[in-house]
């Protein structure tokens, strides 16, 4: 299905391409930087690596060569946005609560505690077409591109690289009042989220978190989900996973230099759009989604044991997180829009009344 998805696209840049420009000669060759925040021994970014160095080539005739490189080689993963925008790279790749001190918005883009369940639907909240007598016509990616566009930065693609973000504990975590006390690395609503029940969320580099989880000077931790927290082998010092995540997605973007976005034919800029999209969704169903349940089974085999928040806990859980939507929401304009936004289309969708 992804081969076909992917020739469709690559045919139709290709019709793009033929009738546009009759010729080779005079082809100008476009040749960007792109940095992502992530580690290219995340196995997952071979999608991405494969999109810039094989399709996308083949699907602009060479015309538009994108070189990626890796968090902080280039420049310091909170200096991307100001990157961007002075062109000092033309294209940024992060998580989108990076640039939420600047953005606010972009806290509530990045995903909110018990939010948006799923990344088809997070897909649909974002890019959806209004179906008759259905549902639809959101388009939340326009109002988003709205915000960006004022620190010169153009949002080329929101909502389609996704992951959860769930909590491992060194102890049980039976009910909310366990985590009272408890020293927790998170970052961002996370870190509110594990506050309002008296935890104590702090924010350490991950290179120390494991050694931190070892000798009992952290007693839980965040780190993405499932997948991401067995890679660096959370379980082996954490042997309780609490359910269900507390956010159910969280999501990057990829932003582009206003003027350079400005300078592609629009051929070029059909092709750009739709090759992050496909390396996005990509990345996101072949590793982060599908790869949630297969890391929740390999740490099981390992002894963890799932914390699943029921009933009235789960109630309490999810009434802190309602409690937290209100206060970003008073951040901006914007972030009140988006946050009225989403429970507008979780009513819709059956997940709030």
Request: with cysteine.
């Amino acid at each position: 299905m992804k081969k076909k998805i992917l020739g469709i696209v690559v045919l139709a840049c290709a019709i793009l391409l033929s009738g546009a420009f009759p010729g080779n000669a005079a082809e100008k060759v476009y040749k960007w930087k792109l940095q992502a925040w992530r580690s290219p021994a995340e196995p997952g970014m071979a999608y991405y690596v494969e999109m810039f160095e094989k399709t996308l080539p083949a699907m602009t005739n060479g015309r538009l060569q994108i070189k990626m490189y890796w968090g902080g080689e280039l420049v310091a993963t909170p200096d991307i946005l100001d990157s961007v925008k002075m062109g000092v790279i033309e294209m940024g790749l992060a998580s989108s609560y990076t640039y939420q001190g600047v953005i606010p918005v972009a806290a509530v883009e990045y995903g909110l505690p018990f939010g948006i369940r799923t990344p088809y639907e997070l897909y649909n909240f974002m890019y959806g077409k209004e179906l008759p007598n259905i549902f639809g016509g959101w388009r939340a990616i326009d109002l988003l591109r709205e915000e960006y566009k004022k620190h010169g930065v153009y949002l080329l693609t929101s909502g389609v690289d996704c992951w959860p973000g769930s909590f491992m504990f060194r102890n049980p975590i039976n009910t909310l009042d366990d985590i009272k006390g408890k020293k927790v690395r998170a970052s961002g609503l996370m870190m509110d989220w594990i506050e309002k029940f008296g935890g104590n969320g702090v924010f350490i580099p991950g290179e120390e978190t494991y050694t931190s989880l070892q000798t009992g000077a952290l007693d839980g931790v965040s780190w993405g989900s499932a997948i991401a927290m067995y890679s660096v082998k959370f379980h082996e010092v954490a042997k309780n996973f609490l359910w269900p995540p507390i956010n159910p997605i969280n999501c990057a973007n990829v932003i582009v230099n206003e003027r350079a976005w400005n300078s592609l034919p629009d051929d070029l800029k059909v092709c750009l759009e739709q090759a992050v999209i496909i390396a996005g969704l990509n990345h996101t169903y072949h590793q982060n989604w599908t790869g949630e349940q297969w890391g929740l089974t390999q740490m099981k085999k390992a002894g963890v044991k799932l914390n699943e928040l029921k009933g009235e806990e789960l109630k309490k859980a999810e009434k802190a997180a309602m409690e937290l939507w209100e206060k970003e929401a008073k951040r901006s304009p914007a972030s009140a829009k988006l946050v009225e936004m989403t429970k507008e289309y979780m009513k819709v969708m059956g997940y709030l009344e």
